[in-house]
T-cell receptor
Framework: DAGVIQSPRHEVTEMGQEVTLRCKPI?????LFWYRQTMMRGLELLIYFNNNVPIDDSGMPEDRFSAKMPNASFSTLKIQPSEPRDSAVYFCASSFQGANSPLHFGNGTRLTVT | SQKIEQNSEALNIQEGKTATLTCNYT??????LQWYRQDPGRGPVFLLL?????KEKRKERLKVTFDTTLKQSLFHITASQPADSATYLC????????????FGQGTELSVKP
Protein backbone atom coordinates (compact mmCIF):
# COMPACT_ATOMS: atom_id res chain seq x y z
CA ASP A 1 0.00 0.00 0.00
CA ALA A 2 1.73 3.17 -1.22
CA GLY A 3 -0.47 5.48 0.80
CA VAL A 4 -1.83 8.80 -0.43
CA ILE A 5 0.49 10.31 -3.00
CA GLN A 6 0.69 14.06 -3.57
CA SER A 7 2.67 15.97 -6.14
CA PRO A 8 4.61 18.13 -6.29
CA ARG A 9 6.13 18.18 -2.77
CA HIS A 10 7.15 21.81 -3.21
CA GLU A 11 5.86 24.47 -5.55
CA VAL A 12 7.21 27.99 -5.86
CA THR A 13 5.37 30.31 -8.21
CA GLU A 14 4.84 33.97 -8.87
CA MET A 15 1.68 35.83 -8.04
CA GLY A 16 -0.86 35.55 -10.82
CA GLN A 17 0.27 32.16 -12.06
CA GLU A 18 -1.91 29.06 -12.14
CA VAL A 19 -1.05 26.30 -9.71
CA THR A 20 -2.25 22.70 -9.90
CA LEU A 21 -1.81 20.28 -7.02
CA ARG A 22 -2.35 16.57 -7.55
CA CYS A 23 -3.46 13.69 -5.37
CA LYS A 24 -3.76 9.93 -5.75
CA PRO A 25 -5.85 8.44 -2.92
CA ILE A 26 -5.54 4.96 -1.50
CA UNK A 27 -7.23 2.40 -3.72
CA UNK A 28 -10.68 1.47 -2.43
CA UNK A 29 -11.21 4.61 -0.40
CA UNK A 30 -14.46 6.39 -1.23
CA UNK A 31 -13.81 9.76 0.46
CA LEU A 32 -11.19 12.30 -0.56
CA PHE A 33 -10.40 15.49 1.35
CA TRP A 34 -8.33 18.59 0.59
CA TYR A 35 -7.01 20.50 3.61
CA ARG A 36 -4.79 23.58 3.91
CA GLN A 37 -2.47 24.14 6.85
CA THR A 38 -0.97 27.43 8.03
CA MET A 39 0.49 28.51 11.35
CA MET A 40 -2.26 31.05 11.87
CA ARG A 41 -5.31 28.97 10.94
CA GLY A 42 -4.18 25.39 11.47
CA LEU A 43 -5.62 22.60 9.33
CA GLU A 44 -8.65 23.84 7.39
CA LEU A 45 -10.95 21.65 5.34
CA LEU A 46 -11.33 23.07 1.84
CA ILE A 47 -13.49 20.48 0.09
CA TYR A 48 -14.32 16.81 0.25
CA PHE A 49 -15.60 14.25 -2.24
CA ASN A 50 -17.57 11.05 -1.83
CA ASN A 51 -17.44 8.58 -4.71
CA ASN A 52 -15.85 11.29 -6.89
CA VAL A 53 -18.69 13.76 -6.25
CA PRO A 54 -17.97 17.04 -4.41
CA ILE A 55 -20.07 17.04 -1.24
CA ASP A 56 -19.03 20.18 0.60
CA ASP A 57 -16.89 22.97 -0.82
CA SER A 58 -17.82 25.57 1.78
CA GLY A 59 -14.19 25.78 2.90
CA MET A 60 -12.89 26.85 -0.48
CA PRO A 61 -11.72 30.40 0.19
CA GLU A 62 -12.86 31.98 -3.07
CA ASP A 63 -13.56 31.40 -6.73
CA ARG A 64 -9.87 31.28 -7.53
CA PHE A 65 -9.86 27.79 -6.01
CA SER A 66 -11.34 24.79 -7.78
CA ALA A 67 -11.10 21.04 -7.25
CA LYS A 68 -11.96 18.08 -9.42
CA MET A 69 -12.04 14.34 -9.08
CA PRO A 70 -12.42 12.88 -12.57
CA ASN A 71 -12.06 9.30 -11.31
CA ALA A 72 -11.54 7.31 -8.13
CA SER A 73 -7.77 7.43 -8.35
CA PHE A 74 -7.04 11.08 -9.05
CA SER A 75 -7.92 14.55 -7.81
CA THR A 76 -6.62 18.05 -8.50
CA LEU A 77 -6.77 21.33 -6.63
CA LYS A 78 -6.25 24.35 -8.83
CA ILE A 79 -5.58 27.95 -7.85
CA GLN A 80 -5.91 30.55 -10.57
CA PRO A 81 -4.63 33.19 -10.26
CA SER A 82 -2.44 32.50 -7.24
CA GLU A 83 -1.75 35.12 -4.57
CA PRO A 84 0.89 35.35 -1.81
CA ARG A 85 -1.76 34.67 0.86
CA ASP A 86 -2.31 31.24 -0.71
CA SER A 87 1.11 30.18 0.56
CA ALA A 88 0.55 27.16 2.81
CA VAL A 89 0.90 23.40 2.96
CA TYR A 90 -1.91 21.65 1.12
CA PHE A 91 -2.81 18.13 2.22
CA CYS A 92 -4.87 15.51 0.50
CA ALA A 93 -6.39 12.70 2.57
CA SER A 94 -8.57 9.71 1.83
CA SER A 95 -10.71 7.40 3.92
CA PHE A 96 -13.13 4.53 3.70
CA GLN A 97 -16.57 5.53 5.01
CA GLY A 98 -15.82 9.16 5.86
CA ALA A 99 -15.40 10.78 9.26
CA ASN A 100 -16.16 7.61 11.21
CA SER A 101 -12.95 6.02 10.01
CA PRO A 102 -9.31 7.10 9.96
CA LEU A 103 -8.12 9.62 7.42
CA HIS A 104 -4.91 8.77 5.60
CA PHE A 105 -2.94 11.87 4.69
CA GLY A 106 -0.35 12.46 2.04
CA ASN A 107 2.82 14.34 2.93
CA GLY A 108 1.49 17.55 1.48
CA THR A 109 2.50 20.14 -1.09
CA ARG A 110 4.27 23.20 0.27
CA LEU A 111 3.14 26.11 -1.88
CA THR A 112 5.01 29.41 -1.90
CA VAL A 113 3.60 32.26 -3.94
CA THR A 114 5.95 35.23 -4.32
CA SER B 1 -19.89 29.74 16.70
CA GLN B 2 -18.37 26.29 16.52
CA LYS B 3 -14.93 25.98 18.05
CA ILE B 4 -12.33 23.31 18.87
CA GLU B 5 -9.66 24.25 21.39
CA GLN B 6 -6.52 22.38 22.30
CA ASN B 7 -3.80 23.29 24.81
CA SER B 8 -2.54 26.50 23.22
CA GLU B 9 0.87 26.29 24.87
CA ALA B 10 3.46 23.68 24.04
CA LEU B 11 3.68 20.89 26.59
CA ASN B 12 7.12 20.00 27.95
CA ILE B 13 7.48 16.90 30.09
CA GLN B 14 10.18 14.60 31.37
CA GLU B 15 10.71 11.15 29.88
CA GLY B 16 8.75 8.49 31.73
CA LYS B 17 5.98 10.84 32.85
CA THR B 18 2.41 10.83 31.56
CA ALA B 19 1.50 13.49 29.03
CA THR B 20 -2.11 14.71 29.07
CA LEU B 21 -3.47 16.74 26.18
CA THR B 22 -6.87 18.41 26.15
CA CYS B 23 -9.41 18.95 23.39
CA ASN B 24 -12.47 21.07 24.19
CA TYR B 25 -15.25 21.87 21.78
CA THR B 26 -18.29 24.11 21.71
CA UNK B 27 -21.44 24.06 19.60
CA UNK B 28 -20.68 20.63 18.16
CA UNK B 29 -22.36 17.29 18.77
CA UNK B 30 -19.81 14.92 17.32
CA UNK B 31 -20.50 11.24 16.92
CA UNK B 32 -16.77 10.53 16.60
CA LEU B 33 -13.58 12.10 17.84
CA GLN B 34 -10.17 11.27 16.45
CA TRP B 35 -6.59 11.97 17.49
CA TYR B 36 -3.68 12.36 15.10
CA ARG B 37 0.05 12.82 15.40
CA GLN B 38 1.96 15.16 13.08
CA ASP B 39 5.73 15.34 12.69
CA PRO B 40 7.44 18.29 10.98
CA GLY B 41 7.19 18.13 7.19
CA ARG B 42 4.76 15.21 7.26
CA GLY B 43 1.02 14.73 7.07
CA PRO B 44 -1.00 13.85 10.17
CA VAL B 45 -1.06 10.18 11.13
CA PHE B 46 -4.14 8.59 12.70
CA LEU B 47 -3.80 7.32 16.27
CA LEU B 48 -7.19 6.63 17.83
CA LEU B 49 -10.92 7.03 17.18
CA UNK B 50 -13.52 7.11 19.95
CA UNK B 51 -17.29 7.10 19.52
CA UNK B 52 -19.76 9.22 21.49
CA UNK B 53 -21.05 6.17 23.36
CA UNK B 54 -17.53 5.14 24.42
CA LYS B 55 -16.04 6.71 27.52
CA GLU B 56 -12.50 5.51 27.06
CA LYS B 57 -10.29 3.81 24.54
CA ARG B 58 -6.75 2.44 24.85
CA LYS B 59 -4.01 1.45 22.47
CA GLU B 60 -0.66 0.43 23.92
CA ARG B 61 0.60 3.51 25.86
CA LEU B 62 -2.19 5.73 24.56
CA LYS B 63 -5.53 6.40 26.22
CA VAL B 64 -8.35 8.64 25.05
CA THR B 65 -11.43 9.70 27.01
CA PHE B 66 -14.54 11.34 25.59
CA ASP B 67 -16.97 13.25 27.81
CA THR B 68 -19.91 14.51 25.78
CA THR B 69 -21.36 16.34 28.79
CA LEU B 70 -18.20 18.35 29.39
CA LYS B 71 -17.59 18.49 25.62
CA GLN B 72 -14.04 17.40 26.20
CA SER B 73 -11.57 14.70 25.20
CA LEU B 74 -8.35 13.92 27.04
CA PHE B 75 -5.43 12.19 25.35
CA HIS B 76 -2.86 10.48 27.57
CA ILE B 77 0.55 9.08 26.71
CA THR B 78 1.94 7.01 29.57
CA ALA B 79 5.64 6.30 30.08
CA SER B 80 6.42 9.02 27.56
CA GLN B 81 9.55 8.83 25.41
CA PRO B 82 11.49 11.46 23.43
CA ALA B 83 10.17 9.75 20.28
CA ASP B 84 6.66 10.84 21.33
CA SER B 85 7.65 14.47 20.69
CA ALA B 86 5.34 15.76 17.96
CA THR B 87 2.21 17.85 17.45
CA TYR B 88 -1.05 16.12 18.40
CA LEU B 89 -4.32 17.08 16.73
CA CYS B 90 -7.87 16.26 17.70
CA UNK B 91 -10.61 16.13 15.08
CA UNK B 92 -14.40 15.99 15.22
CA UNK B 93 -16.99 14.95 12.70
CA UNK B 94 -19.86 17.28 11.93
CA UNK B 95 -23.05 15.44 12.80
CA UNK B 96 -25.21 14.80 9.82
CA UNK B 97 -22.36 15.41 7.42
CA UNK B 98 -20.78 12.01 7.29
CA UNK B 99 -17.54 13.05 5.66
CA UNK B 100 -16.72 16.34 7.30
CA UNK B 101 -13.86 16.15 9.82
CA UNK B 102 -12.71 19.38 11.48
CA PHE B 103 -9.34 19.68 13.26
CA GLY B 104 -8.15 21.61 16.28
CA GLN B 105 -4.99 23.70 16.12
CA GLY B 106 -2.89 21.00 17.75
CA THR B 107 -0.67 20.81 20.82
CA GLU B 108 3.09 20.52 20.49
CA LEU B 109 4.51 17.97 22.89
CA SER B 110 8.19 17.83 23.78
CA VAL B 111 9.50 14.94 25.88
CA LYS B 112 12.92 15.57 27.38
CA PRO B 113 15.29 12.71 28.23
Amino acid sequence: DAGVIQSPRHEVTEMGQEVTLRCKPISGHDYLFWYRQTMMRGLELLIYFNNNVPIDDSGMPEDRFSAKMPNASFSTLKIQPSEPRDSAVYFCASSFQGANSPLHFGNGTRLTVT
Amino acid sequence: SQKIEQNSEALNIQEGKTATLTCNYTNYSPAYLQWYRQDPGRGPVFLLLIRENEKEKRKERLKVTFDTTLKQSLFHITASQPADSATYLCALDIMGQGGKLIFGQGTELSVKP
